[in-house]
Every structure is written in C-alpha cells, then in structure tokens.
C-alpha cells in the first residue's frame, strides 16, 4: 500500500466558534462540494460529529459512475478537530483530520489533512496521476472559493 498525503490550510475571518459549527455539520459538506460531483449526503446520523458517527454519501466520478462512501467519525476534540475515516468508498485507505486554530477572536485557521490510499497499488498510480490528485487539487481549490464567498477572505 502506497500512502499519499495532502494538506491545505485557509484563514477564515470568522471567529473559532462559528468556523467549528459550520464544519462539524455534516450536511454543511453538500455546499462545499463541486457541484459537478453531484455529491449527497444520504443518511447515518447528520448532527455534530461526534466519536462513532457513520455518514453517507453518494458522488459522481465520472460520467455515469456513481460511488456510496461511508465515512466514520473516530476522534473529536470540539473546537480543535475532529479525524474522519473510510468505512466504506473508492479508496483503501482514507483519513482526514479537520484541525481549527483561533488566531484571534474574529480570525481562524482551518487546515485539512488527508493520507490516503487507492487499491490495486501499483496501478492506481496512473489513475492517481491522471484523475486523483487533479481531483482533490479541484475539490480543495473549489471549497476554498466556496468559503470565501460564504465568509470573506
């Protein structure tokens, strides 16, 4: 197995309380998400996260290939972050850490770490170059904008 990270921080002019209650909704994820993705928030539990939250979902790959993915949510320290995992989707391995930090009482900093993992290593790696990691460079690049537009810059 072939573990790949990938980190983006952003800097949102809101104060910790208000970035922490926007992110810790799962149902908030919808209005992030490229719309082109087509992606759903299906069903499990939707409220705040919390430790054993099982969310799913359904997004568009690719023209007419569809994926469910299920993510549980195993650690959360509220206000600070909270780490989702895989249970079920396109990839072997999946883990994202949602970090918040108060840069001051109207100013935070969001960062997003990912490691992850395809299947079938060696040969995901053409399918990482050519779709995956232009993938997540879009959907990041997109929630960014999206959160600037929601909050300011």
Do not use: C
């Not at 069903?43 to 023209?63: E, T």
């Not at 299920?70 to 909270?82: A, N, Q």
């Not at 990912?114 to 879009?138: C, D, G, N, R, T």
């Amino acid at each position: 197995m072939h573990l790949r990270e990938f980190r983006q921080s952003q800097v949102l002019p809101i104060p910790l309380e208000q970035a922490w209650a926007f992110f810790s909704n799962p149902a908030n994820l919808n209005d992030i998400t490229p719309p082109d993705m087509r992606f759903q928030t299906l069903g499990g539990d939707v409220s705040p996260v919390h430790p054993g939250q099982l969310i799913w979902y359904r997004l568009q790959l690719a023209p007419f290939i569809y994926r469910t993915w299920v993510t549980e949510i195993k650690h959360v320290v509220p206000g600070s972050y909270f780490l989702d995992e895989q249970r079920f989707g396109p990839y072997k391995l999946w883990h994202h850490r949602h970090s918040f930090r108060a840069l001051s009482d109207t100013s935070t900093e969001m960062t997003d770490h990912v490691v992850y993992a395809l299947p079938f290593w060696p040969f995901s790696e053409i399918v990482h170059a050519l779709y995956v990691q232009p993938m997540h460079e879009k959907v990041f690049h997109y929630r960014q904008q999206e959160l600037v537009k929601r909050f300011g810059s």
